[in-house]
């Protein structure tokens, strides 16, 4: 089975300093991992994925995450953040092997609060 | 073009009563998933469509719950006898199903509130 955990339910952070956004997770086999972005009243937008290669890994918007397989983590970064970055941020792991269906095994949520 | 569209929008019922909600993929995607977003849950995978079958329904939470997919198309899930814990947005999610890694698109959901 597979778990995903985000440590901080909600991160307030002032516009322009950098903000990372924390994600854990639990799996016995090899997964994929996504960050996605669901801005208010919005559908949900994928942001970045990791499925193998570079453990940096750009997505939309600047931001940023780095896959770390020893403390199984998959950390969301900016450098610097706008007020329109305000949302609800999530992490997710979709599981491999056989019967690999594609499905998303999404953590909690992150709300990230942008203040001017 | 278009996007992964779902109807309704919101659905007010009452407790005790069946629903149906929508979902319309992307044109050509074989893949589609329903995801069930709540307070208290987060955001749950229900049931997974491989063309018309489902070969994943791991996620469905009771028997109360059941999903169809018609043409390789459009589909519905019900929900029968609903009760307030079913109170949820419900997410559609279609994907070209090709390779190892395709990439889900997600509709707007479906606001569903059993009073």
């Known amino acids: 089975a597979q778990s995903v955990t985000q440590l901080d339910s909600q991160v307030p952070v002032f516009e322009e300093a950098p903000v990372e956004l924390r994600c854990n997770y639990s799996?016995?086999?090899?997964?994929?991992l996504f960050w996605y972005v669901q801005y208010p009243n919005q559908g949900l937008q994928l942001l970045l994925k990791?499925?193998?290669?570079?453990?940096l890994v750009k997505g939309i918007n600047g931001f940023e995450a780095e896959f770390n397989k020893s403390q199984t983590s998959f950390h969301l970064r900016k450098p610097s953040v706008h007020i329109s970055d305000t949302a609800e941020y999530f992490c997710?792991?979709?599981?491999?092997?056989?019967?690999?269906?594609?499905?998303?095994?999404f953590g909690q949520g992150t709300t990230l609060q942008v203040k001017p | 073009g278009a996007g992964v569209s779902q109807s309704p929008s919101n659905k007010v019922t009452e407790k005790g009563k069946d629903v149906e909600l929508r979902c319309d993929p992307i044109?050509?995607?074989?893949?589609l998933y329903w995801y069930r977003q709540s307070l208290g849950q987060g955001l749950e995978f229900l049931i997974y469509?491989?063309?018309?079958?489902?070969?994943?329904k791991s996620g469905l939470p009771s028997d109360r719950f059941s999903a169809e997919r018609t043409g390789g198309s459009v589909s519905t899930l019900t929900i029968q006898r609903t009760q307030q814990e079913d109170s949820a947005v419900y997410l559609c999610a279609s994907s070209l199903a090709r390779g190892l890694y395709n990439e889900q698109f997600f509709g707007p959901g479906t606001r569903l509130t059993v009073l």
């Open positions: 997710a792991v979709s599981p491999l092997g056989s019967g690999n269906t594609g499905k998303l095994i």
């Open positions: 469509f491989q063309g018309n079958s489902a070969p994943d």
């Open positions: 044109s050509g995607h074989t893949a």
């Open positions: 990791y499925l193998s290669g570079s453990t």
């Open positions: 799996s016995s086999v090899s997964v994929y």
